[in-house]
């Protein structure tokens, strides 16, 4: 069973709409949740951390955490082209190192 | 604002040589980590550094692979012997508290 999954897409949408980003994670015990974007042939770029049940706003951005389901999503609100971008979920797992655990990331492409 | 830095950016060697991929982390950052990223393929951790010691390291992170902080604000990974599977993004982050924070990475091409 892979440690984070997510949909690879590309997940389309309109200039304008909502984004929405899905991440399911396999270890129970994980607390920090965190979403990277990641343009192409450039290094990951932390847009948000939640680590409580529930939603964390912060722009346009929402991460919604849902720890009984092992859940954590990204919505973006008023989608620019500029958003168009890998989307990395990262999960820190039980251990205490802080090693972050990657999923395959989520391709948005938004279109003018 | 505070960032990681890498150098060098593109780094090409031939099959066998050694390579040495530097970062300065945030100042005041106590946690390092050494992170990969194969042409197509997700962010691998490789190995956490904190207290001049490393505390946890990927299967990935084998013999050939080593790490130091030889100053207060270097941070290195050296790869003894590159083979061609070593051909990819190897980004540096720091973290201070749960956050972590990615340098701009180093191109490794191995010929």
């Known amino acids: 069973q892979k440690e984070v999954e997510q949909n690879s897409g590309p997940l389309s949408v309109p200039e304008g709409a909502i984004a929405s980003l899905n991440c399911t994670y396999s270890d129970r015990g994980s607390q920090s949740f965190f979403w990277y974007r990641q343009y192409s042939g450039k290094s990951p770029e932390l847009i948000m951390s939640?680590?409580?049940?529930g939603d964390k706003e912060d722009g346009r951005f929402t991460a919604q955490l849902n720890k009984a389901s092992q859940y954590v999503s990204l919505l973006i609100r008023d989608s620019q082209p500029s958003d168009s971008a890998t989307y990395l979920c990262?999960?820190?797992?039980?251990?205490?190192?802080?090693?972050?655990?990657f999923g395959q990331g989520t391709t948005l492409q938004v279109k003018p | 604002e505070p960032e990681v830095t890498q150098t060098p950016s593109h780094q090409v060697t031939q099959m066998g040589q050694e390579v040495i991929l530097r970062c300065v982390p945030i100042?005041?950052?106590?946690?390092f980590y050494w992170y990969r990223q194969i042409l197509g393929q997700k962010v691998e951790f490789l190995v956490s550094?904190?207290?001049?010691?490393?505390?946890?390291k990927s299967e990935i992170f084998d013999d050939q692979f080593s790490v130091e902080r030889p100053d207060g604000s270097n941070f290195t990974l050296k790869i003894r012997s590159t083979k061609l599977e070593d051909s990819a993004m190897y980004f540096c982050?720091?973290?201070?508290?749960?956050?972590?924070?990615f340098g701009p990475g180093t191109r490794l091409t191995v010929l």
């Open positions: 939640i680590y409580s049940n």
């Open positions: 982050a720091s973290r201070g508290g749960l956050e972590q924070f």
């Open positions: 990262a999960v820190i797992l039980s251990s205490n190192t802080g090693k972050l655990i």
């Open positions: 550094f904190y207290n001049n010691e490393i505390s946890e």
């Open positions: 100042s005041n950052h106590l946690y």
